[in-house]
């Protein structure tokens, strides 16, 4: 039940509840900012339930158990199954609701499209994306599953050179190889796949990998592998830290190769789609000279590869939204430090949404960041210092360098009034009771698959 308040305090809107969203919560409610949490999905838990692939089962139970730590607090109230553009406007939120600030951490859900001409009709028909597919991995194997299902073939390609690519070609070949020992009577499971790598798997049971016939997945990448983005150097890297980074890409990407089997080429570029009637059956590449981040298709070269199976992973980046003005594949924000969104007073941005990265680490620092930039600057209840710098400990050097461009945003706001705040909390109220969500705890329980993996 929510209480009144009887005081003038900040109301504050969180569009989402994972990590970015989890984090700026729990920095303005210890701060006396009532939080409201609107989360589109039933659990609160973003790509780290549906985009962190389920073999990761520590750090899933760990980050769910931060995530909840924040969330079921003092000053925080949630409300699942409200997804902004559809079950909440945004323009009724920003202009109607009366909230003192709203913040946008809702994350980067839609894939980038592959830039292939034409591409995206053959969705379903022999292309997947990384989000879908990873969701469908995640979830398969409960009983109440209610996405798209999918059979991975042998001979899949993936399209990407990220970590999150790198989990793809992980989960083809655990599934591809899960199955294949199970024609031979030989039960295993993912997490043992996963953990101690399919050479190892087969060895244990006297099999050659080989022998099973299996035609791998194999990974295409535009740049080199010392180019992947599956490690970052530190910001204005010496030429001696660079290589050190470089090394450290070309080591994970060779342990990946060799502990599952995947097949990689580097400086491929996909340039045109293969098809059969309505299917896409393969890709046409064009290798690439690399010059800095750039990779320049090299005429002549181009080849066909055929694929029962091509999964895309490129990047994410935020899902359009209705009433939400968008520059390019992210929204339009005037200031990319602070997240402050251009077309609207009091809306900011924060972690992936902004950041554009699926990485959990700079979520946190990012939404954290912009979380105390409001309490301590944009609506006033700091210690009346005007000095942020504290906000930045630990964050990207990137960061530090703007303090200026984030200071000369800086603005100051009054608390709301009582009653306007206990208007808010009366319609957040009867969002709830249509849901029949008492309460955080509760609610989790309540909506967590009995055999969830």
Not at 37 to 59: A, C, M, S, T
Not at 192 to 221: F, Q, R, T
Not at 244 to 262: C, G, N
Not at 395 to 407: C, F, I
């Amino acid at each position: 039940m929510i209480e009144n308040i009887s005081e003038p305090k900040h109301c504050v809107a969180i569009i989402g509840g994972a990590v970015a969203g989890s984090t700026a919560a729990e920095v303005l409610a210890d701060a006396g900012v009532v939080c409201v949490v609107f989360e589109q999905n039933d659990r609160p838990y973003g790509k780290i339930e549906d985009g962190l692939p389920r073999w990761h089962v520590k750090q899933r139970k760990m980050e769910y158990e931060t995530i909840d730590g924040r969330l079921d607090r003092p000053n925080v109230i949630f409300a699942p199954r409200t997804r902004l553009g559809q079950d909440l406007d945004f323009h009724d939120l920003v202009q109607n609701w009366g909230f003192s600030a709203i913040l946008l951490a809702n994350g980067a859900w839609k894939d980038r499209p592959l830039p292939v001409d034409g591409i995206d009709q053959y969705v379903d028909k022999g292309l997947i994306y990384q989000n879908p597919f990873i969701y469908w991995f995640n979830h398969k194997n409960e009983k109440a599953y209610p996405g798209p299902r999918y059979v991975i073939p042998e001979g899949t390609i993936v399209i990407g050179g990220g970590l999150a690519s790198i989990d793809v070609v992980k989960a083809v070949q655990v599934d591809l190889y899960e199955a294949a020992l199970r024609s031979r009577g030989i039960e295993t499971t993912m997490l043992e796949l996963e953990h101690k790598g399919i050479p190892a798997i087969c060895a244990a049971h006297g099999v050659d990998p080989a022998a099973l016939g299996v035609k791998d997945c194999v990974l295409y990448y535009r740049r080199r592998a010392v180019d992947m983005p599956v490690a970052q150097p530190p910001d204005n890297a010496t030429p001696e830290q660079m290589a050190k980074t470089q090394a450290v890409r070309q080591k994970l990407l060779s342990k990946v190769l060799e502990k599952f089997r995947v097949r990689f080429f580097e400086c491929h570029l996909p340039t045109a789609a293969i098809t059969e009637g309505d299917r896409l059956v393969g890709l046409r590449f064009v290798q690439t000279r690399v010059e800095g981040r750039n990779a320049h298709p090299i005429p002549g070269t181009e080849t066909d590869v055929l694929s029962p199976l091509v999964i895309s992973s490129i990047g994410s980046v935020p899902e359009p939204i209705a009433g939400v003005e968008m520059k390019g594949d992210f929204y339009r924000f005037k200031d990319w430090d602070t997240g402050e969104y251009a077309p609207a007073e009091r809306v900011f941005g924060v972690g992936n949404v902004v950041t554009g990265q699926g990485n959990i680490a700079v979520s946190r620092k990012h939404a954290a960041f912009v979380a105390r930039h409001l309490v301590e600057n944009y609506l006033g209840i700091g210690d009346g210092e005007r000095d942020i710098s504290p906000a930045y400990r630990g964050a990207e050097d990137r960061v530090r360098q703007q303090l200026e461009k984030v200071e000369a945003s800086l603005q100051r706001h009054a608390p709301l009034a009582p009653e306007q705040v206990n208007t808010i909390l009366e319609r957040v109220g009867s969002r709830l009771h249509q849901l029949g969500c008492a309460g955080y705890r509760e609610w989790i329980d309540k909506v967590t698959p009995p055999d969830l993996e």
